[in-house]
């Protein structure tokens, strides 16, 4: 905005003459259709005793209140805004100078002719601390506040950018966003915190946003009436009384992506169903994952404590034909062969053996399986492990939700793995090794 | 990322490739069979090993676990099934990307102390999860540690399976 263009006018002034003095390519609002030269002399009338009134709080008032209401303006050069208002208001010939705002007003809303908004409008204004309150009150009675001083500005920044290329769209329809009044600080903040990160996702929240228009074009409408000739701006879907810029937005986004995983994880970490907040959630997730890599150690260790004569020459017992056909046979073979084949080439035991050891073993493993357990308390957290998994699995059944189409496996996963490791604790033959224990002891006897 | 495969399917391919593992690990290295911690690392390498190429790098984490023992672990037969390592402008840009973020949390002092301990927790848990501190955003973290846990719980009920299959035999043979 040309600020040279503020000189005080001369004394027969005119509106029109004003409104091309003061931007020359707003001349073109005196073009608009208005009709209000009755109500505009009274307007100017009240004015004139309003501004009078106020005229030393109109700098405070630019500060305060523009500040909390021109959220979006803040970083496109809203102080430009800021600055005419407050210079248009501070020149001496006090009275003149606002001639131009029934025209900003009048262009903006045909339907302004009631003085008593004006009037109310202005001296509302005057209030300006309490405005920052008042802000997130019913956005309806801010409209005409907001409409007074601010609009006029407002609607001259509009009009720069509309003549300026439309590619500007991209970033200017975020800060022009709107009366999402009492934000500021919020915004700031998330700006602050959310300006790397947003960057990538500022390109997918303008897509998304870009989806949800119309709606939220009704919903800015009802707050700030002048909205409809700036709609080219509002993208995005804001919720009330939240920030409306794209970083927030951004940022809200991330915060769902993030708050949905953890749902998931609280699933499958046992014992986090009751545990609410993030720190919470978090401390269990590292508990378990802490746990989880020290069952692997102590059970490395264990597997190579086994028998100190133990051959790890797996070739000769295991060929690896077996493991090179994979496919068909090897799932067949499947765990058990390779466990029971395992211990066996430990121990050098041959295939027959390996039967005496499947139907003794069944006997056996309730037994050993008890005597484990009572063994590896600490570490092992056997019981426990198979408790979640039972209790785990309900929630889990529920949950339909898709997570990048790996959930849906995932879940099935979780929940094969509870109907396969609810029965070991009881006895072998719920497990795949078990059964096939079983058809070995079936074949022997 | 390629969706987790069945347990039962998991556990199968962890095994086979667990033994595998196993077998090039002693092509390799000599093992003193009476060292019980060597055999232990032994195993404990061989089985991460084979979990992370389950995942046939289709995760951070499983990438960054063979990257890690790569190094260790001459792997003299090329595991074909494993796919290239990310192009290095990937880590670049992460690399810059955490500059920039790490400046905006030092700006961001009004956050409060909740946020902090957030903090200070996501950076614990990228350390444990391997490959986590690459990832700069949380929500790619929760959801590596989610498909590291699956795997992990896998890993630990083969393993245990076949500790608990050797003390049956070993009780066996002492009954």
């Known amino acids: 905005m040309d600020r040279a263009s503020f000189l005080p006018p001369p004394p027969d002034f005119h509106y029109a003459d004003s409104a091309a003095l003061l931007d020359p390519a707003a001349a073109k609002w005196h073009h608009h259709p208005y009709h209000y030269h009755d109500a505009e002399q009274q307007q100017q009338q009240r004015l004139q005793y309003n501004f009078h009134q106020q005229q030393q709080e109109v700098g405070s008032l630019g500060d305060d209140y523009m500040g909390c209401v021109l959220n979006g303006f803040h970083g496109d050069g809203g102080d430009g805004g800021l600055g005419e208002v407050v210079e248009m208001s501070r020149s001496p010939s006090s009275s003149i100078q606002l001639k131009p705002d029934p025209g900003f007003f009048a262009n903006g809303w045909p339907d302004f002719a009631p003085v008593g908004n004006h009037v109310y409008g202005i001296s509302r204004t005057s209030s300006c601390p309490p405005t920052a309150a008042e802000s997130s009150s019913p956005p309806a009675m801010e409209t005409p506040a907001a409409a007074s001083v601010v609009d006029g500005s407002k609607k001259r920044k509009l009009d720069k950018p509309q003549q300026r290329s439309p590619k500007e769209n991209g970033e200017s329809k975020t800060k022009k966003v709107k009366a999402g009044c009492g934000d500021g600080g919020d915004k700031k903040s998330s700006v602050s915190s959310s300006s790397s990160s947003s960057k990538n996702k500022n390109k997918s929240v303008k897509k998304e946003n870009s989806g949800g228009d119309s709606s939220s074009k009704e919903n800015n409408s009802s707050k700030v009436t002048h909205e409809v000739q700036k709609t080219d701006y509002i993208h995005v879907r804001a919720r009330r009384g939240q920030a409306t810029d794209s970083h927030s937005l951004a940022e809200r986004v991330r915060r769902e992506k993030i708050s949905e995983r953890m749902k998931y994880l609280q699933d499958l970490v046992p014992g986090c169903n009751k545990i609410t907040g993030k720190a919470g959630m978090l401390d269990e997730i590292i508990n378990y994952v802490q746990s989880l890599q020290r069952q692997v150690e102590f059970l490395s260790m264990k597997l190579a404590a086994v028998n100190p004569g133990m051959d790890f020459n797996i070739d000769s017992l295991f060929p690896k034909e077996a493991v090179a056909s994979g496919g068909n046979n090897f799932p067949a073979m499947g765990m058990s062969s390779s466990s029971s084949d395992m211990a066996a080439a430990y121990l050098h035991l041959n295939s027959l053996q390996q039967q005496l050891l499947g139907c003794s073993g069944l006997d056996m493993g309730m037994t050993a399986d008890l005597g484990l357990r009572r063994t590896i308390s600490a570490p092992i957290t056997n019981p426990e492990t198979e408790t979640f998994i039972d209790s785990s699995c309900f929630p889990l059944q529920q949950q339909a939700s898709i997570w990048d189409a790996d959930l849906p496996s995932l879940y099935q996963v979780a929940f094969d793995q509870a109907r396969a490791a609810s029965f070991p604790s009881q006895q072998f033959a719920g497990t795949e090794r078990g059964k096939k224990m079983e058809t070995l002891k079936r074949s022997s006897s | ?175």
């Open chain 2, 1 to 175: 990322m390629r969706p987790p495969p069945n347990s039962s399917t998991f556990k199968r391919e962890f095994v086979k490739k667990w033994l595998l593992a196993l077998q090039l690990c002693n092509h390799n290295n000599n093992i003193n069979k009476n060292d019980v911690v060597k055999r232990k690392d032994t195993i404990k390498l061989s089985a991460e090993i084979a979990m992370a190429s389950v995942r046939n790098g289709a995760t951070c984490w499983s990438r960054a676990l063979m990257a890690k023992h790569s190094s260790s672990f001459h792997v003299t037969t090329k595991p074909h099934h494993m796919p290239p390592p990310p192009p290095p402008r990937h880590y670049k840009k992460r690399v810059r990307c955490k500059k920039i973020i790490k400046r905006s949390r030092r700006c961001c002092h009004n956050r409060s102390a909740a946020a902090a301990v957030v903090r200070r927790k996501t950076a614990v848990l990228r350390k444990l999860v391997p490959g986590g501190e690459l990832m700069d955003d949380e929500a790619s973290l929760i959801r590596e540690t989610l498909d590291y846990v699956m795997s992990l719980r896998a890993q630990v009920d083969v393993m245990r399976r076949l500790a608990r299959a050797s003390d049956c035999v070993a009780m066996c043979n002492i009954v």
